[in-house]
């Protein structure tokens, strides 16, 4: 902690020194806590967690007074055993991930990571991850790196490591298929299928995480492939749902 604290401080003087601002609206960062995210207290707060009731099945917030939503009434069950989603990826929320993701404002993948393990004591009735178990980053498709030079999602894992000692564990990879994002529900399931591989010793129950989750589908074959690998109980855990 006494390093964290350090670190925060040097932060911030680095911020007086070479201003970076709020990686969103501009803001300049006067605070500790504000340099450390690179998010002005704004922009952070905007970060609200809807505590309505979820699907039972994707964790996305129900409209209706029933337990799943629609599009996973359409599926016939998931690989996970249970899934914690965020935050919307709308407005503020939306921009602060392109932030860092287009505009590499890497400070960011410090408040995603305090996001995240905010998450496991829940904010959904009577879901609380178990703590102490491994977190399975959800790997990049391949090409990704090639593209955009980094890996988002493996920063935040980088971070939830060395900053706050989460256990992590490296052992799905993500072999070439065609894009996800131009294939619709039904096709991401088959293109997933089989490129989504385990290396190494798995552990018996699970954390894995993403930034975004869409349909699901990129879930799924993480899950399924981490089953059919040894894994007895998976959970999702991703920052925002779409
Ligand atoms: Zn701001
Ligand atoms: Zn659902």
Known sequence: MKTLNL????Y?????LFPLNCAVCGETLLDEEDAWIGLCGECAESFQVDSGKRCSACGR???SELDICMSCRKIDGNAYDSMTLMYPYTGREQQVLKAYKFGKHRSLARFFSEKLLSAMNGFQAG????????WIPVP???G?????GWDQVELIAKTLEKLYHVPVRRCLKRLASKTQKELGKSERMTNLKGRIICSGSVPEEAIVFDDVFTTG?????????LKDSGVKKVHGLCLFYS
């Open 217 to 225: 589908a990129t879930m799924n074959a993480c899950a399924g492939t």
């Open 144 to 148: 990704k790196l090639k593209a955009s």
């Open 127 to 134: 879901k609380v991850l178990p703590s102490g178990l491994p």
């Open 140 to 142: 990049p498709r391949a």
């Open 7 to 10: 670190s925060k401080k040097l």
């Open 61 to 63: 917030p129900l409209i």
């Open 12 to 16: 911030l003087l680095r911020e007086y």
